[in-house]
């Protein structure tokens, strides 16, 4: 009997041993150990179903059943960080499993406050590769909440998690700790509205998920670097209408759970990059009636565009009034924090329309925030904006945008339209400008380039608060000028214009406020100074008038000061370059500096009489000058500026009086020139083709390529070639032929 005994006890050791699924029923919160206890041994279950109420102490049990990762980060960014110091198996002090719990089904669980801290995150310092340095003295005890499946609630090599039917929030990462390439299914129950952040994040091998009927929210990063198994199912064929709110990094690298999401058409929030790698090449159209926010996709690490879309038509509605069908404050509150907003990469650029509305501005703001470079090269986009309201840009945001015929703004940010050829219409709405890039800034000068490309521009327009804005820009005939708090200075004239009409406003511009003006054909000059530089360079002016003033006198569109009557001229004011055909010409006594700034590609030899002692701002620009006939033996004071271009054309040459080349080789900026002096054989003669030598070297400018001969005086040719310098064998008397141009030269 006692054998027979023995044995029945050895059988049920036995089963015991090899038993997988335990049922418990915890009456009373914090005994689920000893439940488990009185079915099985601990070292031997691998699945349970768990009945009743659980606290914290409860938790603590089945995650000593399971294998986990040890240690788990939650929090921190950088090198410092929280970590979670789990109880789970092999780690447990005094009571040690060997973690083969695989099944948990939580359905029919209740979570209830109280009990033990479930785990404990410590601040840590890592190296960078998770490693840890050092632990700091803060520590975060997690602890259960009524109906609330908390952080890192779940861990261990878990293959299949059903979380409590009477759940009705579930908390970031609550299965953080479980092994990635362990979890297969997961069933989260209707009463929960919205998926966690980091849900699950990271994990391999899922075959299936059951979500929630009525869902409101995926948070983010919930199915980041998640990827499904072959098969995978869900128990939904789409997701529902109710879904208005996707996280930042929600699909992440991720998996192809968005497929179930094909239409996107009720969302209200997208965060950045939550839907990168979505492919979306089916969809033709997108209309979201109430959208908030439209996150950033910016290329990932290898280049690729993290979402893509070919939509034709997206039609946007921003409005909070789609949040009131929202429950979950979370959501809400996370969106209260967020500006109506259109981020990088949420459209590319085959996208043609966008018709972008605010519905009650009132309550709500008037003001659409969009990112830099978000609608970056749409060549094709036309964006429609109701009047009254307005678009906060950043660095770039419609560079490109060739089709856009009007902007409201309510700042000015660097190359914010830069390139857009059809804008005509700028309207701005305060008299904030984007000014720094860096601990130094930008230069005012440098905005004029913002708007490179709005060849079509006409106007400026600002509301009456920003005209006469004690700091900022402001606006006045179309113009843009900015107010440093001191004086009012133009900073662009609108680059579409074909007529200018100058005033006394226009006396003070920043370098560059005319620097695009191509469309220019008519100056009409009005009191007051003006640009001579800028004036210059249109290049196609075609006639300048001037009103009834005191100052100046116009005679065939060249602009002259007043004399002492009406009939007479004082100084050159400005040559302008249209007006020159010619290719020699002979400075005057009176000119004021700068009167000859324009390129006048016809000129190719200026004449200096010895009456000028002193140059400035002399044709700084022209292209194909190469010849300066200076008449004095002393050479006048030349500026920096003038014959700038010139002076750095290789082949230029100076013709100074016999005698007087030492002179001008040493006199600053004249030094840089090739000085020669008059020759009684046949000079340097006139014309596009220059030659000249210095000591042996023969110099020849305006051969544009062609073939060079040079021949001695006996007709030997001792070069034949085309470069513009050539050293030759001895001093003599020697014959230039290029084309149809026969040029003597004397050599020393």
Not at 119 to 142: F, L, N, Q, R
Not at 664 to 687: L, M, P, R, T
Request: aromatic content about 12%; overall charge negative; charged content about 25%.
């Amino acid at each position: 009997m006692k054998r027979i005994a023995l044995l029945a006890i050895l059988a049920f050791t036995s089963l015991i041993a090899y038993s997988k699924y335990v049922i418990v029923n915890v009456e009373i919160p914090g005994t689920l150990d000893y439940e488990v206890a009185k079915q099985a041994d601990w070292k031997t279950v691998d699945s349970l179903k768990v009945i009743g109420g659980i606290n914290g102490t409860d938790v603590r049990t089945y995650r000593r059943m399971g294998r986990g990762r040890e240690p788990a980060i939650v929090g921190g960014s950088g090198k410092h960080h929280y970590y979670i110091y789990n109880e789970i198996a092999g780690t447990y002090v005094g009571n040690t499993t060997e973690g083969k719990l695989k099944y948990l089904d939580l359905s029919e669980a209740n979570i209830v406050a109280g009990g033990d801290a479930y785990a404990t995150a410590v601040y840590a310092v890592s190296d960078g590769d998770e490693k840890i340095v050092s632990v700091g003295g803060h520590t975060k005890d997690c602890y259960t909440e009524d109906n609330v499946v908390g952080s890192l609630m779940l861990s261990g090599e878990f293959s299949e998690v059903i979380f409590p039917n009477s759940a009705t929030r579930i908390d970031a990462w609550p299965i953080g700790s479980i092994a990635w390439e362990s979890l297969k299914k997961v069933k989260v129950p209707d009463s929960v509205r919205v998926l966690p952040e980091m849900l699950l994040w990271g994990f391999e091998n899922l075959e299936y998920i059951e979500l929630p009927s009525v869902l409101e929210g995926i948070g983010s990063q919930a199915f980041s670097c998640t990827n499904v198994g072959f098969g995978f199912k869900m128990n939904i064929e789409k997701f529902p209408e109710s879904l208005r709110y996707i996280g930042a990094g929600a699909f992440y690298k991720g998996s192809n759970i968005f497929d179930y999401l094909k239409d996107i058409s009720n969302l209200v929030y997208i965060g950045n990059n939550a839907l990168q790698s979505v492919d979306s090449r089916s969809w033709t159209s997108l209309r979201m009636p109430s959208v908030v926010y439209l996150g950033s996709h910016k290329p990932d690490e290898y280049g690729r565009r993290q979402f893509y879309n070919p939509w034709e038509i997206a039609d946007l509605t921003f409005s909070r009034e789609a949040c009131k069908s929202i429950t979950d404050t979370r959501i809400l509150e996370e969106i209260a924090k967020k500006p109506f907003f259109i981020g990088q990469g949420f459209f590319t650029p085959v996208l043609r329309s966008v018709k972008v509305r605010i519905d009650n501005p009132e309550m709500y703001g008037d003001t659409i925030c969009v990112e830099s470079k978000a609608f970056k090269d749409f060549s094709e986009l036309n964006l429609e904006i109701p009047e009254g309201q307005w678009i906060r840009p950043e660095e770039s945001s419609f560079e490109g945008c060739a089709k856009l015929e009007s902007l409201p703004l309510s700042k000015v940010s660097r190359n914010v339209v830069k390139g857009c050829s059809s804008l005509r219409t700028l309207n701005l709405k305060t008299s904030k400008i984007d000014t720094k890039k860096d601990e130094y800034g930008y230069r005012l000068e440098d905005v004029a380039g913002w708007f490179e490309g709005c060849t079509s521009l006409q106007n400026f327009n600002g509301p009456a608060e920003l005209v006469g804005a004690k700091v900022g820009l402001v606006t006045k005939d179309g113009c843009l000028f900015y107010n440093d708090g001191e004086k009012t200075r133009l900073l662009i004239y609108p680059w579409g214009r074909k007529n200018m009409d100058y005033t006394e406003d226009f006396a003070n511009h920043y370098d560059g406020a005319f620097k695009y003006c191509s469309e220019i054909v008519a100056f009409n000059l009005k009191s007051g100074d003006f640009p001579v530089r800028e004036m210059l360079n249109f290049p196609n002016l075609k006639s300048v008038t001037v009103e009834p003033s005191t100052r100046y006198k116009v005679i065939d569109d060249i602009v002259y000061e007043k004399g002492w009557t009406d009939e007479e001229c004082g100084a050159l004011v400005c040559y302008p370059e249209y007006r020159v055909s010619f290719e020699t010409l002979t400075i005057e006594n009176s000119w004021l500096p700068y009167a000859f700034y324009g390129k006048y590609p016809t000129l190719r030899t200026v004449i200096i009489p010895r009456t000028i002692t002193e140059i400035k701002g002399l044709l700084p620009n022209a292209e194909n000058l190469l010849k300066i006939v200076c008449e004095s033996t002393t050479p006048p004071t030349l500026d920096e500026e003038s014959l700038q271009y010139t002076r750095k054309k290789f082949g230029a040459i100076v013709v100074v009086p016999k005698g007087a080349s030492s002179n001008y080789k040493k006199a600053d900026y004249w030094k840089e020139f090739n000085i020669i002096e008059y020759d009684s054989v046949d000079d340097v003669a006139d014309g596009a083709v220059v030659v000249a030598a210095d000591g042996r070297m023969l110099m020849v400018a305006g051969a544009d390529g062609q073939r060079i001969d040079v021949f001695s005086a006996d007709g030997r040719q001792v070069y034949s070639g085309t470069d513009s310098s050539v050293e030759l064998p001895q001093a003599g008397v020697y014959v230039v032929r290029t084309g149809a141009v026969v040029k003597k030269i004397a050599v020393r």
